[in-house]
């Protein structure tokens, strides 16, 4: 629950959270935060009228015709 709130704490419109579990890497045998506070993180960001998306759905331009 603490990672969760951390993250969504103070979001909005625009922002960007970039998620990994880098501790993992280094140490197998530790649990996976992220990916246990990601259902919680997805519940807060539609409570206030956000929605995820994929980075690149936000960085590609269109192709111009």
Same mark, same amino acid.
């Given at each position: 629950?603490a990672v969760?709130?951390?993250?969504?704490r103070?979001?909005s419109a625009?922002?960007?959270?970039?998620?990994?579990?880098g501790a993992?890497h280094?140490?197998?045998?530790l649990p996976?935060v992220v #990916?246990?506070?990601l =259902?919680?993180?997805? !519940?807060a960001? *539609?409570?206030?009228? #956000?929605r995820?998306? =994929?980075?690149?759905? !936000?960085l590609? *331009?269109?192709?111009?015709v």
């Amino acid at each position: 629950a603490a990672v969760a709130a951390r993250l969504t704490r103070g979001l909005s419109a625009g922002d960007v959270v970039l998620l990994h579990d880098g501790a993992r890497h280094r140490r197998p045998a530790l649990p996976r935060v992220v #990916l246990q506070a990601l =259902p919680r993180v997805f !519940d807060a960001i *539609e409570a206030v009228g #956000l929605r995820t998306m =994929p980075l690149m759905d !936000d960085l590609v *331009e269109p192709p111009r015709v």
